[in-house]
């Protein structure tokens, strides 16, 4: 089954370390991917390689906490060897702060004292690249990962995690409900703007190919990956304020449609009255009526 759901955390681990996920999860992935080696670089209480030590799996457990930098320190030098299963639970973002809260030290590569959710966005892949660089051929590596509403906004961490990640390792995503969280005893009142209390979880799976997969090819996949979604994007943007001009529109018009609906992208690209042209010519799904002005195809 794709959604899991334990409201019991089991004995393993420490439940008074907050951000704890039940041991129930990981003792289903691990009965589902069947592991023999498995590699948790956050693994905080411990819950993780308790279960797999009680299923008999191989298993090391890593954590900035006890030395090991994410960030800065390669998961397959310390362990020696790569593994079949690399799973992580990052924090969720600055949810619960470890650094200078749980533990005394602050540690400026703690995930959860990133200064902007780009930055810990940012971090966690490089996190991710870590634990794939890790993983054998044919191995798995896993994140489990919670979404976050924090002052009215609601960041969607999963689905920026699977976008960071090359799309055709992805395996499966499995949603965890949550239980017994400390929010539970929380009154937020309407800051959520009505919407539901955020009581799931996201465990993503993704699988390492069997044939070598070059750094640098990992890398031109994820830039085609980024520019097929920005292409995207554009299209659909130039498209909408085509549909919102009646289908048909002079270009200095739909320039001033795009500049009222795009701004941060705009921003972000000085040559984008180009980039409009651009799509409005190879696109496919324009047609040029006359020099100026163009049309939904």
């Known amino acids: 089954m794709s959604i899991w759901s334990y409201p019991e955390r089991g004995h393993w681990g420490n439940s008074k370390y907050r951000g704890n996920a039940s041991g129930f999860v990981y ?26 030590r009680d299923m008999g799996i191989d298993s090391v457990g890593l954590d900035l906490h006890s030395g090991f930098n994410l960030l800065r320190d390669s998961i397959l030098l310390a362990t020696g060897r790569p593994a079949d299963l690399v799973v992580s639970h990052f924090p969720y973002h ?21 200064a902007s959710v780009e930055e810990f966005l940012e971090k966690s892949q490089q996190a991710l690249l870590n634990q794939r660089d890790a993983t054998r051929p044919g191995g798995h590596y896993a994140t489990l990962i919670g979404d976050q ?64 997969v070059t750094v640098l090819l990992t890398l031109k996949n994820l830039a085609n990956q980024a520019q097929a979604r920005l292409r995207s994007t554009w299209k659909s943007i130039v498209r909408q304020a085509m549909v919102s001009l009646g289908g048909e529109a002079q ?17 972000a690209n000085a040559n984008w009255q180009a980039k409009v042209r651009q799509v409005l010519q190879k696109a496919g799904c324009f047609s040029q009526i006359e020099r100026g002005r163009w049309a939904l195809a």
Request: contains cysteine; hydrophobic residues 40%; aromatic residues 10%.
């Open 149 to 212: 509403r924090q002052n009215g906004k609601y960041y969607s961490y999963q689905a920026e995690f699977i976008a960071r990640m090359p799309a055709d390792e992805l395996k499966g995503v499995i949603i965890k409900a949550q239980h017994n969280c400390v929010s539970d005893r929380r009154s937020y009142g309407a800051i959520a703007s009505g919407m539901p209390r955020i009581l799931h979880e996201y465990l993503l799976v993704w699988q390492r190919p069997e044939a070598p």
């Open 27 to 52: 003792r289903d992935l691990f009965q589902a991917l069947k592991p023999q080696f498995v590699v948790d670089p956050c693994v905080g209480s411990g819950t993780s390689i308790e279960v797999a």
């Open 94 to 114: 600055n949810m619960v702060v470890y650094s200078g809260n749980m533990y005394p030290e602050v540690h400026a590569d703690d995930l959860s004292r990133c």
């Open 251 to 267: 270009l200095k018009d739909l320039y001033e449609k795009i500049a009222g609906v795009a701004g941060d992208r705009i921003e």
